[in-house]
């Protein structure tokens, strides 16, 4: 396809290699192959985006993306190890092994009128409209991530001002702000996630439409929106991602009946224990170690899962009746703004309901528990309760060293336990049920 330019030349600014600090040597040698390929066969290929920012910033990305002014299928013509994907937004993946270059041609920041740029509601539903660098670059989000480095004088190109903006540690919008979020809410996510992981500040003129158009994430696909939260919450800035979140009134938009449940909860323990289980995540995955969607899901909505189980309590209802008819019901709700596959809500559940759990000390039910394949997650989500909730230390302690007893020596110590141990709350009759409600609040 023929690209000719909808936009007006931009001169661009270049920093030349005496005057930055990215090398070849820091940069995947696969991504290497790709631009030198591109550029032997005489089109222009940058490396471009978070990479280019985040080498200038003595980083090491995770992934080196391409743009080029080559087609997807000119880009395909030349490696044999390239797949095309997607129709509204068309990619070529360069496929080396485990790692995948990704290749995109550059994108017109207006339409051409071919139909293949799609608008619906001021959002960028279809992009295949093809252009020069300076369309591109114009077209990306922030203008720290509108960098683009080449091989041929390994220098980068600046647009739009990102450099500064790097060095200045500032996430500044291209374009207008409020014009930007609509085309694409998510955006907003992406401002917070970015400063929080970049520590850089967001520009006034970017943050102030935020907590205005926060609404809007109630349409955008509730599957973008999971992903977009295990990014900014699985990738070892979950505290100060969330207390951005706050910041810029986005809560509300993201998780509704967690921003609700912290609202009424006038104690502050409910936001004490969210941002425990946060700065914990944190602290693993600065240790290498892993934090399941589950568990990080579990610890967000249990505020709104707690508020919900009292009411129903209160209500009258059965212990076991009032836990799956909460859980089902803040899943539910959630599901409007972020769709939590099944495969981490039903082991999220389970954390919750067995917190309940905790307090029996029947033999078999013990044993159980201690047998059960969700028990070790539950038992860190009843230790992240205990560090806000004092009551829990003697029932945290129990099962700490109930964990670590001989089966012999453990069922020894339940045959002079009491049935329950309780934590100092009113427990309800039941018939079936020997199992004390889990309680208001942060437990």
């Not at 409209?129 to 922030?142: K, L, P």
Request: some cysteine; hydrophobic content about 40%; charged content about 30%.
């Amino acid at each position: 396809m023929e690209q000719t330019s909808l936009a007006p030349r931009i001169d661009p600014r270049v920093i030349p290699r005496d005057q930055h600090t990215i090398s070849r040597k820091q940069i995947s040698p696969n991504a290497l192959r790709v631009l030198y390929r591109l550029n032997e066969a005489g089109f222009g290929a940058y490396l471009v985006g978070g990479a280019v920012r985040d080498l200038l910033l003595g980083g090491a990305p995770k992934d080196f993306d391409v743009a080029t002014d080559a087609t997807p299928e000119q880009v395909k013509a030349l490696f044999r190890n390239c797949r095309l994907i997607g129709r509204r937004f068309r990619l070529a993946h360069v496929v080396y092994g485990p790692e995948i270059i990704e290749v995109a041609t550059f994108r017109a920041n207006t339409d051409d009128g071919s139909g293949e740029r799609e608008v619906d509601n001021g959002r960028l539903v279809r992009d295949n409209v093809y252009g020069t660098i300076e369309d591109d670059a114009v077209r990306r989000d922030f203008t720290a991530n509108a960098l683009y480095y080449t091989v041929s004088d390994f220098s980068v190109r600046d647009f739009v001002g990102g450099y500064e903006d790097v060095m200045a540690r500032t996430l500044r919008l291209i374009g207008d702000p409020e014009s930007r979020y609509r085309e694409d809410p998510v955006r907003m996510l992406r401002a917070v996630r970015l400063a929080a992981k970049l520590d850089f500040s967001i520009d006034p003129a970017a943050a102030e439409p935020i907590a205005r158009l926060a609404g809007l994430l109630g349409e955008a696909s509730s599957a973008r929106l999971f992903e977009e939260t295990l990014k900014m919450f699985l990738a070892g800035h979950a505290a100060n991602s969330f207390e951005r979140l706050e910041r810029h009134g986005l809560v509300e938009g993201l998780l509704p009946d967690t921003a609700a449940a912290l609202a009424a909860d006038g104690s502050g323990l409910c936001r004490a224990m969210l941002m425990t289980a946060l700065r914990g995540s944190d602290a693993r995955i600065a240790d290498g170690r892993t934090v399941t969607p589950a568990f990080l899901f579990a610890a967000l909505l249990w505020p709104a899962y707690a508020h919900d189980l009292q009411q129903l309590l209160d209500g009258g209802h059965e212990l076991a009746i009032a836990e799956q008819r909460a859980a089902d019901r803040v899943t539910l709700r959630q599901a409007s703004r972020i769709a939590i596959p099944r495969r981490f809500s039903a082991p999220m559940h389970e954390i919750w309901w067995m917190q309940s759990r905790f307090g029996t000390r029947q033999r078999k039910r013990v044993m159980r528990l201690l047998a059960h394949p969700r028990f070790r997650a539950a038992f860190d989500f009843l230790e992240l309760r205990a560090s806000v909730v004092p009551e829990l230390a003697d029932e945290l302690a129990w099962w700490r060293e109930a964990q670590g007893l001989a089966p012999e020596t453990l069922v020894e110590k339940l045959a002079g336990a009491p049935r329950t141990a309780g934590t100092g709350k009113p427990k309800r009759r039941r018939r079936r049920s020997g199992r004390k409600p889990a309680g208001a609040g942060t437990e």
